[in-house]
Antibody, heavy 116, light 110 residues
Framework: QVQLQESGPGLVKPSETLSLTCTVS????????WSWIRQPPGKGLEWIGY???????NYKSSLKSRVTISVDTSKNQFSLKVSSVTAADTAVYYC??????????WGQGTLVTVSS | QSALTQPRSVSGSPGQSVTISCTGT?????????VSWYQQHPGKAPKLMIY???KRPSGVPDHFSGSKSGNTASLTISGLQAEDEADYYC??????????FGGGTKLTVL
């Protein structure tokens, strides 16, 4: 059974860097595409970016200058960094396995609050 | 990469059918046969209900169905059940390994 688990700080100060890791079990990260998706409180889903095990990435255009997604195949993990965060980056962050067709497995989500 | 347009809310009585629309552009919904739909209950992660416009993953009840015409995709839930009450999001592949979600629709079962 494929499982994804997000981990990282729940509170980040404005202007600092948000860092999250997604640990994958039940599947090899060396297949499929792996994405980060976020949901501000009370709002809709927003795709942030994806990575393939080879290291190929793409990011939502409006976030591209602040987002980095990386992969560690030895740990079956992939990670998200968002720099220069503001209150607008406060959200539940999900990691998900996907393909062009859609996202079939999701983590439970982790709330990250940006506040001083 | 603007969000796809969904109605904010829809409602129906048990046993009835409801349809949720999802309107994009020729750069996303209209340009690819890769529309997916997600169900999200409060406090839970989204669950894939439909992919490739109309395919259901194993375990998804067959009273969920999807379709597409031009730049608009639709999710139809027939024989509404109380447990279908949730938020629903559409998502479309938008080319160059990017995806875009709809704003979400709250389904109320009366």
């Amino acid at each position: 059974q494929v499982q994804l688990q997000e981990s990282g700080p729940g509170l980040v100060k404005p202007s600092e860097t948000l860092s999250l890791t997604c640990t994958v079990s039940g599947a090899s990260i060396s297949s499929n595409y792996w994405s980060w998706i976020r949901q501000p409180p009370g709002k809709g889903l927003e795709w942030i970016g994806y990575i393939y095990y080879s290291g190929d990435t793409n990011y939502k255009s409006s976030l591209k200058s602040r987002v980095t997604i990386s992969v560690d195949t030895s740990k079956n993990q992939f990670s998200l960094k968002v720099s220069s965060v503001t209150a607008a980056d406060t959200a539940v962050y999900y990691c998900a396995r996907g393909s062009i067709a859609g996202f079939d497995y999701w983590g439970q989500g982790t709330l990250v609050t940006v506040s001083s | 990469q603007s969000a796809l347009t969904q109605p904010r809310s829809v409602s129906g009585s048990p046993g009835q059918s409801v349809t949720i629309s999802c309107t994009g552009t020729s750069s996303d919904v209209g340009g690819y046969n890769y529309v997916s739909w997600y169900q999200q209950h409060p406090g839970k992660a989204p669950k894939l209900m439909i992919y490739d416009i109309s395919k259901r993953p194993s375990g998804v009840p067959d009273h969920f169905s999807g379709s597409k015409s031009g730049n608009t995709a639709s999710l139809t839930i027939s024989g509404l059940q109380a447990e279908d009450e949730a938020d629903y999001y559409c998502c479309s592949y938008a080319g160059s390994y990017s995806w875009v979600f709809g704003g979400g629709t709250k389904l109320t079962v009366l």
